[in-house]
């Protein structure tokens, strides 16, 4: 591609470069009609599919994706009108975001829970964003190749892949599409004699929708007057007619900067709400996120906006998650961020008059990236590749447009820069393709994390959690002190920690784990509590501690407490059923289980421990009716299955048990205890051979099987 044709006179070559003005028109024929358009579109669709195209075999990641998607039913359950209403009238994961949550439940109406159709879903939008920005900006500028070049950046620059890669980043991608399509709009607008309705009504349509995918996109009527100054050109004065008719008139009259402010008042009404919104959606998150001094915050936002700056330019070492350098401000670096920030602020406002696309891109650019850059602290990172999405669009036009300009009166400029833009187009595009790698799974993406990243306490604490759930234990303990090495008051390392030392006895011995694991965990729950009184799960893991000790009462008075917090937590509702039913107190249990149930119909745990309540009441029928219910939440319930197999086997119905025990079997074929409940009730049933099967098969799994060990001599079968 290049940039630049034979040099035109000065003034058209402004023209070419600046954009026309305002109350020009431009001939619908300029560069070249559908045909080119149809071929930049291939290539950026297909430039995003190399870049991103991998994604597509890669799973969810356990970093926000099972709660926006995995483990929502409101998501899963599909497209609904409970769903769709749910969306607009719920804060989901500390958000009001109603338009991408729909989209997620689109895709699990069409695609299931198949990982590979959320990612396509995400690569399809951002190639849409790609193609509508080329549009976009060929409409604001009547510049091709420009255009095509900032596009093409935008579509396969390696800090795309965060938002790309990452179904939870689906409100990224969605967004921009909105994003471009109101800058398409607003050029259609502009550029009329007389400013359209239909496309001012459509601007601001489609910027409320915008808000409901993302409310970063609060800053779009800044972004607009930046494009009545340039490209559009709105605030200068038609000289270039000596009699200009009434058009001309009311457009000078009106393209100053206060009309052009007041011309944008209902963006600014709904900027506004979408504000107050959040702030209201994202409260809680507000209260559990970092509050460093407002010099400390004010610091690292000079930093991290230098920072994006060198990430355009080289970015390598990119990662999920860049924590929060609490009391660890590095004076010269702000200093030196400051500096730079004033000296290209500085030298564009300058040369504001001669290239106003400089001025336009960087405060595009510095814009845009406030309400992401750390003035208000949400969550423990202090910047993310993510939050450049839309804002770094600014720097490519400031680039594309100032590398025209530079290699103008080059004699070979076209052959150049057509040769640096695809150079720097198959950089960016093999950097992403293997950025895009590390995103395959979760392990792999706290690994690459803590390999790029220095003193990430978050990224260790991530993947003790991943390796507790892969049940790694000893490799879990291990990264939890990895963490608490670089943030001994880290609660939630403190509470991975004792996780993984229960777990890590247990399943090593194969029995309880020995009082001095649960001891050991019980002073790490305690010690995340005195950092974070209200850490739910810490007060829930050692309540459940304490109840393996025998210590029911005060395990009791933990799960109450969770409750004192919040009644409506299912979990804490479940704990307490499991505590009373410790104690035998049926009744106490199955009234905590049925709230458990008020609160989350479609709880399978409380479903299954209701079961045993019942059984425990001799209500087998009850009991029946509620392992049913388990198995058709969770079809892969194993316990649920086995369970409902003994209580069918009690009450006679043998085939039926049969049945579940099989299918117990199906899912966990390495249970020796469902093997000796199928081979007994085979035996009671005459079928001897199979039954003589499934209890050699239960004590070759555990070899000092007793009761196995007795039903064999008991069929005729020597044991020794």
């Known amino acids: 591609m290049s940039f630049a044709k034979h040099a035109p006179p000065r003034s058209d070559r402004q023209k070419k470069n600046f954009g026309l003005h305002a109350t020009e028109r431009r001939p619908s024929c300029i560069h070249g009609g559908r045909v080119v358009t149809g071929i930049v579109s291939i290539f950026l669709a297909v430039i995003v599919w190399i870049a991103f195209g991998r994604a597509l075999s890669h799973d969810f990641v356990g970093y926000d994706d099972h709660r926006y998607v995995v483990q929502n039913p409101r998501?899963?359950?599909?497209?609904?009108?409970?769903?769709?209403?749910?969306?607009?009238?719920?804060?989901?994961?500390?958000?009001?975001?109603?338009?991408?949550?729909?989209?997620h439940i689109l895709d699990c109406q069409v695609y299931g829970l198949q990982p590979w159709g959320h990612h396509l879903t995400n690569i399809l939008l951002h190639a849409a964003a790609a193609i509508l920005l080329f549009?976009?900006?060929?409409?604001?500028?009547?510049?091709?190749?420009?255009?095509?070049?900032?596009?093409?950046?935008?579509?396969?620059?390696?800090?795309?892949?965060?938002?790309?890669?990452?179904?939870?980043?689906?409100?990224?991608?969605?967004?921009?599409?909105?994003?471009?399509?109101?800058?398409?709009?607003?050029?259609?607008?502009?550029?009329?004699?007389?400013?359209?309705?239909?496309?001012?009504?459509?601007?601001?349509?489609?910027?409320?929708?915008?808000?409901?995918?993302?409310?970063?996109?609060?800053?779009?009527?800044?972004?607009?007057?930046?494009?009545?100054?340039?490209?559009?050109?709105?605030t200068k004065r038609s000289s270039s007619r000596a009699r200009p008719n009434m058009a001309s008139q009311e457009q000078q009259r009106r393209d100053t900067w206060p009309r052009l402010v007041v011309d944008k008042l209902p963006l600014f009404v709904l900027s506004a709400a979408s504000c107050v919104a959040t702030l209201l959606a994202q409260k809680q998150a507000l209260d559990l996120s970092l509050k460093p001094p407002l010099e400390e915050r004010v610091g690292n936002a000079l930093i991290s906006y230098a920072v994006y700056v060198g990430q355009m330019i080289w970015p390598a070492r990119l990662a999920v998650l860049y924590p929060y350098p609490e009391g660890n401000l590095k004076v010269p670096q702000v200093v030196l961020a400051l500096l730079l920030l004033l000296i290209i602020s500085t030298v564009f406002f300058l040369w504001r008059r001669r290239y106003p696309f400089l001025l336009t891109g960087w405060l595009w650019y510095l814009g845009m990236l406030v309400p992401m850059i750390g003035i208000i602290q949400v969550g423990s990172q202090v910047r993310a590749d993510r939050y450049t999405y839309l804002p770094q669009i600014g720097l490519y036009i400031l680039v594309a447009w100032g590398a025209t300009e530079l290699f103008y009166q080059w004699r070979r400029s076209r052959e150049v820069l057509a040769v640096t833009a695809l150079l720097i187009l198959t950089v960016l595009t093999t950097r992403s393709y293997l950025q895009t790698s590390y995103w395959r799974d979760t392990e792999t993406l706290w690994k690459h994390t803590i390999a790029t990243t220095s003193n990430n306490y978050i990224a260790h604490n991530n993947l003790a959690q991943t390796l507790l759930q892969s049940g790694r234990f000893a490799e879990a303990i291990a990264e939890s002190e990895e963490a608490l090495k670089v943030k001994p008051d880290f609660p939630a390392a403190h509470n991975n920690l004792g996780l993984a030392l229960v777990q890590n006895q247990q399943y090593a011995n194969g029995a309880p784990p020995q009082n001095g694991a649960v001891d050991e965990a019980i002073s790490h729950y305690r010690r995340a509590l005195q950092i974070k009184p209200d850490f739910k799960p810490a007060r829930t893991n050692l309540g459940n501690a304490l109840l393996q000790k025998g210590q029911v009462d005060e395990a009791i008075a933990q799960f109450q407490k969770i409750l004192e917090m919040d009644p409506h937590i299912a979990e804490a509702e479940l704990c307490l059923g499991n505590a009373f039913l410790q104690k035998r107190e049926l009744h106490e249990a199955i009234a905590?289980?049925?709230?458990?149930?008020?609160?989350?119909?479609?709880?399978?745990?409380?479903?299954?421990?209701?079961?045993?309540?019942?059984?425990?009441?001799?209500?087998?029928?009850?009991?029946?009716?509620n392992y049913d219910a388990a198995v058709r939440i969770r079809p892969d319930y194993f316990e649920a299955h086995h369970n409902l197999g003994c209580v069918l086997a009690t009450i006679g119905k043998n085939d039926k048990a049969v049945e579940q025990f099989n299918e117990a079997l199906r899912l966990n074929g390495n249970s020796a205890t469902a093997h000796f409940t199928l081979g007994s009730l085979l035996g009671r049933m005459g079928r001897r051979e199979e039954a003589v099967a499934h209890l050699a098969e239960a004590l070759r799994l555990k070899p000092d099987y007793k009761d196995a060990k007795q039903q064999l001599r008991e069929l005729g079968v020597p044991v020794p």
């Not at 899963?76 to 989901?92: E, I, Y």
């Not at 709230?595 to 045993?612: H, K, Q, S, T, V």
């Open 592 to 625: 905590h289980y049925q709230n458990a149930l008020e609160i989350d119909p479609d709880y399978a745990e409380a479903r299954f421990n209701l079961g045993n309540a019942f059984v425990g009441e001799g209500k087998y029928g009850d009991a029946i009716a």
């Open 135 to 234: 549009l976009a900006l060929r409409e604001l500028t009547g510049n091709l190749w420009p255009s095509v070049f900032v596009a093409a950046v935008f579509a396969v620059h390696p800090l795309r892949v965060e938002s790309v890669a990452w179904v939870s980043e689906r409100k990224d991608v969605l967004s921009g599409v909105f994003f471009v399509l109101i800058l398409w709009a607003y050029a259609r607008y502009a550029r009329g004699n007389a400013p359209s309705s239909f496309w001012y009504i459509t601007v601001v349509v489609l910027f409320a929708l915008g808000l409901m995918c993302k409310p970063t996109l609060v800053t779009v009527p800044f972004v607009l007057l930046l494009l009545d100054y340039w490209p559009l050109g709105r």
């Open 75 to 103: 998501v899963t359950n599909g497209l609904t009108l409970g769903g769709v209403q749910w969306a607009f009238t719920h804060v989901h994961a500390s958000n009001w975001h109603p338009l991408t949550t729909i989209s």
